[in-house]
């Protein structure tokens, strides 16, 4: 069993940054495959940004050049830089992982954290 907690979500002026972090434990972190997800009010589920078992991110075009991933395994925590935030950020941001399979983009991950609000303001 994989717990996982999200935290950094808050509110920004459009252009901001924020860093959110998503905690792993119950797990060796180092054998999952994790990803962020974020829901914004009335849209489907959509994946932001995903790592596969060796490191390799895949981002959606909506963020690429604007968020980045990063981990830091020691401490079993998986981050994203958000950065020159626009208000089509605005979401609920979920962390996700699987321990057999890693599944980029799509929503077939077995763990997921509750969820972080980021709000951003024009």
């Known amino acids: ?9 808050g509110s920004v002026q459009s252009g901001g940054s924020l860093r959110l972090s998503c905690v792993a434990s119950g797990h060796t972190y180092s054998s999952l495959c994790m990803a962020w997800f974020r829901q914004a009010p009335g849209k489907e589920r959509e994946g932001v940004v995903a790592v596969d078992a060796d490191g390799s ?17 020691a401490k079993f925590t998986l981050f994203l830089q958000m950065n020159n935030l626009e208000p089509d950020d605005t979401a609920v941001y979920y962390c996700a992982a699987d321990l057999q399979s890693c599944w980029g983009l799509r929503e077939e991950y ?13």
């Open 1 to 9: 069993q994989v717990q996982l907690v999200e935290s950094g979500g």
């Open 110 to 122: 077995n763990y997921w954290g509750q969820g972080t609000q980021v709000t951003v303001s024009s």
């Open 57 to 73: 991110p895949t981002y959606a075009d909506s963020v690429k050049g604007r968020f980045t991933i990063s981990q830091d395994n």
